[in-house]
C-alpha cells in the first residue's frame, strides 16, 4: 500500500496504508472513524520541525528509525539515521529530486522515485543491507561490506553466500561440462573485501599432460554450524585446464577452519590439493598464481585427493 505521512505536533511519522491496516477506497474515512494511534505501525520519524513551519509538508528534514522505548508517543533513535528526503511536489527542480529520493531517480510521469540499487521505500531511504545477499554497490567499508553480507565471517542470515560465486577456480561455471549441482548448492564469498579477513588460497595441481580434470567437492568450514561455511563446491569436471586458478577464501584472522574433501574416489587428472596462507601484499613482492606457484604465499597443507576432513588455524 501508499506511505502515509502523519503530524504529531511536533515531528512527522510515515507508516503504510498496510500497517494501519487500510484496505478500502477512502483512507480519510477511515481515519476519522474510530482510528486509534499505534506504536507499532511507525516506521520513521523525523527530526523535531519549528513551529513556524508545523503546517508545512517535510522540508529535507532528518529522519530516524523508532525507538523501542515503551512512551505515548513515538521517539526517535537518534543512533539509527534513515536518510534526508521530503516529500516530492511539481515544483520542486531536478537536485531537489534527487535529494528526496536519496540518489534515486524521480520520474515525473508517475510522480515516484525509482530506486537505482535495490532500495526499498517511497524514498529509496531502505538501503539493501544485511539482507544475506552481497550488494556491490554498498560493499564498501562506508557500509561495512553491505553490513556484512559480503563475508563468511560476517554474514547472519540463513542464506548468506548462496549465489556468492560466479566461477569456481577461475572458470566459468556454465563452461562445466559434468557437474553434480544446481547453482544454488554453491557457497561463496568471492566478493568479500573486508580487510580484517585473512586470505586463504585452495590450489589443485593438476597431473602433467592431462587434458581434462574433475574435481571433488570441498566444503571450507570455519567454526560450527551451516553458517559457518566459507566455501561448498560440486563435483565438477572441465577441459579448460589454462582457466584453473586458486579459489580465494576470505577466513577471520586466527580462525580454526577445516576443508572437507568429497566424491574423490571420482576425481581425475588432479595430483594434489594445496592450501597456501596468501603472502602479504605490502611486502612488496609479486605472488604467483598459477597452478603450483608457492613462491611468495606460505603453505599451510598440501595433500593427495582423498575423501576426508583436515584442519588448520
Not at 523535531?48 to 515503551?70: G, H, L, N, T
Not at 508517543?73 to 531537489?96: H, K, W
Not at 594445496?274 to 606457484?293: I, K, N, R, V
Request: hydrophobic fraction near 30%; include cysteine; aromatic fraction near 10%.
Amino acid at each position: 500500500g501508499r506511505e502515509l505521512l502523519f503530524f504529531t505536533g511536533r515531528t512527522w511519522v510515515m507508516t503504510t496504508e498496510r500497517q494501519i491496516g487500510f484496505n478500502g477506497s477512502d483512507v480519510l474515512e477511515f481515519l476519522s472513524n474510530g482510528f486509534e494511534f499505534g506504536l507499532d505501525w511507525v516506521n520513521l520519524i523525523s527530526e523535531p520541525v519549528a513551529p513556524s513551519d508545523a503546517w508545512s509538508w517535510p522540508s529535507k528534514e532528518q529522519w530516524y528509525y523508532p525507538s523501542q522505548s515503551q512512551s505515548v508517543l513515538p521517539v526517535a533513535n537518534t543512533s539509527r539515521p534513515a536518510g534526508i528526503f521530503e516529500c516530492i511536489d511539481s515544483s520542486s527542480t531536478e537536485s531537489d529530486r534527487s535529494i528526496s529520493c536519496n540518489g534515486g531517480y524521480y520520474n515525473p510521469e508517475t510522480g515516484i522515485c525509482e530506486c537505482q540499487h535495490n532500495e526499498t521505500g517511497a524514498f529509496c531511504e531502505n538501503p539493501p543491507l544485511r539482507n544475506g545477499v552481497c550488494d556491490d554497490y554498498f560493499n564498501d567499508a562506508s557500509t561495512n561490506y553491505d553490513d556484512g553480507d559480503c563475508c563468511g565471517a560476517t554474514c547472519t542470515e540463513p542464506h548468506c553466500g548462496i549465489g556468492g560465486a560466479e566461477t569456481l577456480f577461475g572458470m566459468d561455471i556454465e563452461s562445466l561440462y559434468y557437474t553434480d549441482f544446481s547453482t544454488e548448492e554453491i557457497i561463496g564469498f568471492q566478493k568479500c573485501k573486508d580487510d580484517q579477513m585473512t586470505a586463504i588460497l585452495l590450489e589443485l595441481v593438476p597431473l602433467p599432460q592431462v587434458t581434462d580434470v574433475c574435481v571433488p567437492s570441498f566444503t571450507v568450514q570455519c567454526g560450527d554450524g551451516e553458517g559457518s561455511i566459507f566455501l561448498r563446491t560440486p563435483f565438477v569436471c572441465t577441459t579448460d585446464l589454462e582457466d584453473l586458478q586458486q579459489e580465494v577464501i576470505m577466513v577471520p584472522h586466527g580462525a580454526t577452519c577445516s576443508l572437507t574433501i568429497d566424491n574423490a574416489k571420482m576425481t581425475s587428472g588432479i595430483d594434489r590439493i594445496q592450501l597456501l596462507l596468501q603472502s602479504d601484499a605490502s611486502t612488496g613482492e609479486e605472488e604467483d598464481d598459477s597452478p603450483g606457484g608457492t613462491a611468495t604465499n606460505n603453505l599451510l597443507l598440501q595433500v593427495p585427493v582423498f575423501d576426508e576432513v583436515l584442519e588448520w588455524s
